[in-house]
């Protein structure tokens, strides 16, 4: 009881931050590899993009890290506004690649090349302030979990849509 008690003193925010973000990406790796990819393979190219492009439409919720009160004030506003306004444009996007591929627009795949790659890039300019800033360390309330559970989620997505993208032509239309 008394060794369980230290090992449980000895994890600070920091390290659960970090164990909680790494186990969120494995475990949406497997379901990816064992769910997901199989079921998506059997459709074509738009409708297998568009429930990966789902997962990126919540990324609205960013824009929490703007309400008084929800965010350790600590933390630069500068980062803040980034991350929630990288965020929110996101799902902008995605959500307009969703219409484009229901409708078969011409521009469907370059606007989802578009949403996908800014997405992408923002989800690493995030990581790298939240790596520069030691994000973990500041009180997050429920910020916490759109670190640990929904960007692992929205990183497999995005590699699973820059897979399709790329083996575009190889996939059936």
């Not at 960007?151 to 575009?168: D, E, Q, T, Y």
Request: net charge positive; with cysteine.
């Amino acid at each position: 009881m008394e060794a369980a008690t230290g090992m449980r003193l000895a994890m600070d925010n920091v390290t659960i931050f970090w164990m909680q973000l790494l186990l969120s990406c494995i475990v949406f790796t497997i379901v990816a590899v064992w769910y997901a990819w199989p079921s998506l393979t059997k459709l074509s190219r738009n409708s297998a993009l568009i429930p990966l492009l789902f997962l990126h439409v919540p990324r609205y919720v960013g824009m929490t890290l703007l309400v008084t009160g929800m965010i350790d004030p600590k933390l630069p506003r500068e980062f803040l506004n980034g991350a929630a306004y990288g965020d929110l444009l996101e799902a902008a996007l995605a959500l307009a690649s969703i219409f484009a591929l229901r409708s078969n627009w011409r521009v469907a795949v370059p606007l989802v090349w578009v949403a996908n790659t800014w997405g992408f890039l923002d989800l690493l300019n995030g990581v790298r302030g939240v790596l520069r800033l030691n994000v973990p360390s500041f009180d997050l309330g429920t910020i916490w979990y759109i670190y640990t559970f929904y960007a692992p989620l929205v990183l497999v997505s995005h590699l699973m849509i820059f897979w399709i993208l790329i083996k575009s032509r190889s996939w059936k239309q």
